[in-house]
C-alpha cells in the first residue's frame, strides 16, 4: 500500500510538527515564529504564513492534539479525525500547484495556520484509515525517547524517530555486530584461504 504524495507529505510533515514539543527527552523545538515559517518553508507549505506570537501558540497546542493520534486505537482515531474535520469545517476541493500536482486542499489558505495544520492531518488520517493502515504510525522505540514517526517503508521495519534515536540504534548495532565478530575470530581463528589468491596465468 502506499499513499499519494500529498497524504505522504501530510503525515511526514505531523509526525516532525508532532516531535517539535518538549519532552523528557528535548526541550522545545518551535522557538519563534521564524523557525516555524523556516519548517513550514521546507515542507513545501503554501497559502498565509503566520507572524504572530498566538499564531504560533496554537500550533503548539494543535500538536498536541495531533500527539493523541499516536496512542489511538482505530475508533478513537476515527473520533479525532471526525473531530478536527468538523472543527476546522473541511470542504476539500481539488487543487493544482506545485510540486503536487492534483491534490486536496480543504481549508481556504488565509484559515489560520493551526486549523490548515489540523484538517490537513486529518485528511490524510481519511486515507490513513481507509486503507487499514494506522499501524504505520509508531512511537520511537528508543527507550525514554517519546518522538514519533510515520513509517512508510514497504516492510514496516522502521523503528525509531528521526531524531538521533535511528542513529543511536545504528551505532550501537554496528558494536553489537564488531564485539560479535571479535568473539567469533577468538573462538575460530580464520585460515586463508588458497583459493583467495589470484590464479597463476597459464603459460603459452
Ligand atoms: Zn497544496
Ligand atoms: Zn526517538
Sequence with gaps: MSFTRDTADALQYAAVLVNTRPTAAHGEGLTSVAE??????????????PG???????VRRVRSRLREYWDADLDQAVLITNDLLRDGDARPQLVNHEPLGWHVHATPSNAPLATRLAVDTAMAMV???????LDRLKVCAAQDCDDVLVDLSRNRSRKFCDGT???NANVAAYRARQADARQSTERQPRTRRPSARPAAQPSS
Excluded: F, K, M, P
Design 36 to 49: 516555524l515559517v523556516e519548517q513550514l518553508l521546507e515542507w513545501d507549505w503554501t497559502g498565509d504564513l
Design 52 to 58: 504572530t506570537e498566538d499564531e504560533l501558540e496554537t
Design 127 to 133: 486515507d490513513v484509515i481507509r486503507a487499514d493502515e
Design 165 to 167: 534515536c535511528g542513529n
